[in-house]
T-cell receptor, first 115, second 115 residues
């Protein structure tokens, strides 16, 4: 079945450690996005990519890095520079961006906790 | 500043009752408005997408309205069910100066349906 898959569902990070969250889609979507969700706040855009080998910073990119080597994959690395990484992370994808009401498909999210 | 405000912040209703959730936005220039349902710890699921020219759109027991003049939208849930308990997020897309779109998320209305 077509869809978007995030893994792992739960991840624990030690202080000073980098961790990578996976986001894979088989919907042939060009655009992929990473968001962070904190309690009581709306989703905030971390990074997005509208085409392979190209990505743009979102509103809260500091302490994060991404790559888009394949159309299907858009992994997010939470680096040690991110001082408050504990959050729920969501990845989504859409066909040719979000213009003209293209449906956006979200993954099931990943919980990251610093221990 | 582009903002999306939702009200109420939380709502408790009895099963079988109707309810209406509100969304006011200051996003400009407007592209489209989406309503999502998000269960705790899960990815958001699309309910409706409306463009500038659409005033209402239904998806089963969910009916969304849009008044682009007053920049207001509502989501009406009819004959609520226990499974409707979730966070409902209003998302507005606006057009970037250099082209493309960007999403602005509301903080959501937490709905609880009780027996």
């Amino acid at each position: 079945d077509g869809g978007i898959t995030q893994s792992p569902k739960y991840l624990f990070r030690k202080e000073g450690q980098n961790v990578t969250l996976s986001c894979e889609q088989n919907l042939n979507h060009d655009a992929m996005y990473w968001y962070r969700q904190d309690p009581g706040q709306g989703l905030r855009l971390i990074y997005y990519s509208q085409i392979v080998n190209d990505f743009q910073k979102g509103d809260i990119a500091e302490g994060y890095s991404v790559s888009r080597e394949k159309k299907e994959s858009f992994p997010l690395t939470v680096t040690s520079a991110q001082k408050n990484p504990t959050a729920f992370y969501l990845c989504d994808s859409s066909l040719q961006g979000i213009a003209s009401g293209n449906t956006i498909y979200f993954g099931e999210g990943s919980w990251l906790t610093v221990v | 500043k582009n903002q999306v405000e939702q009200s109420p912040q939380s709502l408790i209703i009895l099963e079988g009752k109707n309810c209406t959730l509100q969304c006011n936005y200051t996003v400009s220039p407007f592209s489209n408005l989406r309503w999502y349902k998000q269960d705790t710890g899960r990815g958001p699921v699309s309910l409706t997408i409306m463009t500038f020219s659409e005033n209402t759109k239904s998806n089963g027991r969910y009916t969304a309205t849009l008044d682009a003049d007053t920049k207001q939208s509502s989501l009406h849930i009819t004959a609520s069910q226990l499974s409707d308990s979730a966070s409902y997020i209003c998302v507005v897309s606006f057009i970037l100066t250099g082209g493309g779109n960007k999403l602005t998320f509301g903080t959501g209305t937490q709905l609880k349906v009780e027996l």
